[in-house]
């Protein structure tokens, strides 16, 4: 049955009613997703600079440090050092590696930007925000951070505290470190895969940084502290002996 001019004349705006419909959920969506992109892009932030900050304070992180440290000073070449030197230098690895933590980003600013960038992905997406706050316990991420760096934070006006020294050492084991890690960087690709492939190629790329570089300022600084010390123990006529 042919359709009459008449029936157009209804059927005409009904078209016209879905087609504007249609239009107005792709803007919406469209809105919505920058908007979650957004958001992300903040929670994303401050994961990769958790991350980062522990990263820093793992312990084979720093025996590679020390490693290339001792190589580059000169007056150790070809010698013999004793236990003693040996126990002096990891805790003043230990306490610049600290300092330059201290030096970044304030732990309770990071702290509280992370809560609420998930604050408010918890408006648009409540879900993942859900998936996010249960997976990643920044509180707890934090903790450590603060018992790391307070345990030694005193180190930096004189000698290293044995005692902030060890607590620093039990909680940088390397199976707790990597457990915070591999958590953390489980989570970090899964933001980054809702923001797009460009931030997903990105974080690779910084993950990547982070695994394999150290601070070229850390091992400077620890370089100029350990040839203050080698020149006091010598002086001292100490603990160093010819091989």
């Given at each position: 049955m042919l359709m009459t001019f008449k029936d157009f004349q209804y059927l005409g705006p009904a078209i016209g009613v879905c087609i504007g419909w249609l239009l107005s959920g792709i803007t919406t969506y469209l809105r919505g997703s920058r908007e979650d992109r957004k958001v992300l892009k903040s929670i994303l932030y401050h994961l990769l600079n958790?991350?980062?900050?522990?990263?820093?304070?793992?312990?084979?992180?720093l025996d590679e440090?020390?490693?290339?440290?001792?190589s580059r000073i000169p007056e150790l070449s070809g010698e013999a050092v004793e236990k003693e030197f040996l126990e002096k230098v990891k805790p003043v690895l230990i306490q610049v590696q600290a300092e330059s933590v201290?030096?970044?980003?304030?732990?309770?600013?990071?702290?509280?930007?992370?809560?609420e960038s998930l604050k408010e992905l918890s408006r648009i997406r409540p879900v993942m925000a859900y998936y996010i706050s249960d997976s990643v316990n920044i509180d707890a991420l934090f903790s450590i951070l603060e018992k790391i760096i307070g345990g030694i934070a005193e180190a930096a006006t004189g000698a290293p505290d044995p005692a902030g020294v060890a607590a620093v050492s039990k909680w940088m084991q390397p199976h707790m470190a990597e457990h915070g890690l591999k958590s953390l960087r489980s989570d970090i690709r899964y933001v980054a895969i809702r923001i797009g492939p460009l931030t997903c190629l990105d974080v690779w790329r910084i993950l990547k940084r982070l695994?394999?570089?150290?601070?070229?300022?850390a091992i400077?600084?620890?370089?100029?502290r350990m040839s203050e010390m080698i020149r006091d123990i010598s002086s001292g006529g100490g603990a160093m002996h010819q091989g």
């Open positions: 958790a991350y980062a900050l522990l990263h820093k304070l793992r312990k084979d992180n440090a020390y490693r290339q440290i001792y201290l030096q970044g980003d304030d732990l309770s600013k990071l702290r509280e930007g992370y809560k695994n394999s570089g150290l601070s070229k300022k400077a600084a620890t370089t100029a």
